[in-house]
């Protein structure tokens, strides 16, 4: 139970505002709490909206415009924490899939009060819990789920666009560098194409094999095998030219990345 006054960050996203109402009234009855509340009503947003106020607790439908619940922690788990979440839907399909991922609680629509205030208890004990245990709290995650593996974490050898209608693959390897784009990637390749990529720069970087590619700013990772030279730069940077002619900068935070392949 929630013994005394706390203060909490608490983010609501579904893409109904009726939705959003009835949890926000549902959060507002609740005593002995103090409160910033946030919102979205997509998934792009709700990135966007995540990652700026970074909840403690956070509301989340799962089909919504743009980007799916499912969809929207993918692509922040590569930059934040995530905070104790909760499943909002209409559609009880999801439930399984929702507590594989660690979800605290899935809430079918329509529900009450009391049920909401169950939810919302296991969400703040599990975001003390997080603060207690900080460090080891993805351990124990990862843990849980199941997703400690023995090994190194395969890595992808081609990533699928979808771009016009259309879906097709891309070979990494034709990869010469990657752009952050917002909250998604622009990939350019060999072939002097871009391509867009619905992944946050941190969640690519992970499935890129680091033999071949290195993050060399926080906005940009480039393939090794298309660099050309590199050129001092000011305060101990560099500029690094590709293959292509292109100029991008080694910022000094991301300087070791290349140390073992070309400093």
Known sequence: MI?????????IVDDELHARDVIKKYVKRI??????????????????VILREKPDILF?????????????????KAEISPPAFIFTTA???????????????????????????????????????????????????????????????????RLLI?????????NTSDIQYVEAA?????????????????????????????????RIHRSSIINLEYVKELIPHFNGEYIVVMQNGVQLKLSRSYKKNLSNHLL
């Not at 989340?60 to 922040?76: R, T």
Request: glycine share 6%; aromatic share 12%; with cysteine.
């Open 182 to 214: 917002n909250y998604y990637c622009s990939i350019f390749t060999r072939q002097g194409k871009k391509h867009l990529l619905t992944l946050t720069l941190g969640q690519l970087e992970a499935k890129l094999n680091p033999d071949n590619f290195a």
């Open 31 to 48: 005593t002995g709490i103090e409160m910033e509340l946030s919102e979205a009503n997509n998934g792009l947003d709700a990135i966007e």
């Open 91 to 157: 559609y009880d399909k999801f439930a399984i899939q929702a507590f594989e991922i660690n979800a605290i609680d899935y809430l079918l629509k329509p529900f009450d009060f009391e049920r909401f205030h169950i939810a919302f208890e296991k969400a703040v004990m599990a975001h003390e819990l997080k603060n207690k245990y900080a460090g080891k709290w993805d351990k124990l995650l990862d843990y849980l789920a199941g997703s400690k593996q023995t090994g190194e974490q395969p890595r992808a050898t």
């Open 60 to 76: 989340l439908d799962i089909q919504m415009p743009e980007l799916s619940g499912f969809e929207v922690l993918e692509n922040i």
């Open 3 to 11: 013994n005394k006054p706390a203060r909490y960050k608490i983010c």
């Open 162 to 170: 979808k771009e016009n209608k259309k879906a097709f693959f891309v």
